[in-house]
C-alpha cells in the first residue's frame, strides 16, 4: 500500500480487514464493496407468509394468519448471525452501526412496501431483561428510520420467557402464550413489525395476534435475519 493511501481519510473493512479507499460510498462505510457484495442476502423468490421458497420442505403456508406479509433482508448465517450475537450479548456497537446501516439501507429500497403501513413497532423486552442488557437490539437497528414513526410503548413484554433460542417445537409457543401487550392506540393502523432475527416466527405470531385482538387493522413483518431448516 502506498504512503498516499496510509495518509488519506479511507478505512479499513470490518469484515476482512482490507483498505477501504476513501472514494467508496456504501451504505455501511466500515464494510468493501466485496464483503458486501458476499452478505447473504435473502432470496425474494420466497412465499410473503414464512418468508422460504414456496411449498418446499422449509416452507409453512399457515406460518402466521395475522401477518398480511413478511419479508426479510438476510439469511441468517454468518456474518450477519455473528454480528447480530455481538450486538445482542456483547454490546459490539460497531457490528451494531454496520446492521443498522444497512437496515436503513434496505428500507429505503423497499420504501413503498414500507409507506403501506402507519406505524412500526419493534418487538420489545421484558424489563428485566432490559435492564440486564442496557437496551433492546431491535430498537437500535431501526432507531433512525424515518419513514413511518417508530412506536416504542405500542408493544410489551409482560411476561418474562426463557429464551426462544434454547427451545423446540410446541415449547417455542407455550414460551410466549400471554407474553404480550399492544396499547390501544394500535386500532384501525396498519403496523410493521420488526424483529433482528425470525425462527419460526412464534414471536412474530403472537405478536400479530396481541396486535389484531387490540384493534390493529393489518399487520406486516420484517426481520433482519431470517433462519433456515428449523422450522
Known sequence: ??????????????????????????????????????????????????????????CREDFEAEITDYQAIFTYQEPISHWVSGLKYSRNLLAGRILRALTEAWLLEHKDWVLGYDLMAPVPIHSARLRVRGFNQTSFLVARQTLVPLEL?????????????????????????????????????????????????????????????????EVGALSLGRTKGQM
Open 153 to 217: 410503548n405500542l408493544l410489551h413484554k409482560v411476561k418474562y420467557t426463557k429464551h426462544q433460542a434454547a427451545l423446540r417445537g410446541k415449547s417455542r409457543y407455550t414460551n410466549l402464550t400471554k407474553s404480550f401487550a399492544a396499547d390501544p392506540a394500535v386500532e384501525g393502523k396498519k403496523i410493521l413489525l420488526f424483529d433482528d432475527v425470525c425462527t419460526t416466527g412464534q414471536t412474530l405470531n403472537q405478536l400479530a395476534y396481541t396486535l389484531k385482538r387490540a384493534g390493529a387493522e
Open 1 to 58: 500500500m502506498s504512503l498516499a493511501s496510509w495518509l488519506s481519510p479511507g478505512r479499513w473493512c470490518y469484515q476482512c480487514h482490507r483498505w477501504i479507499a476513501p472514494e467508496v460510498h456504501l451504505p455501511a462505510p466500515s464494510l468493501c464493496p466485496a464483503c458486501h457484495e458476499a452478505l447473504p442476502w435473502f432470496r425474494r423468490e420466497i412465499c410473503f407468509f414464512c418468508g422460504h421458497v414456496h411449498l418446499s420442505g422449509e
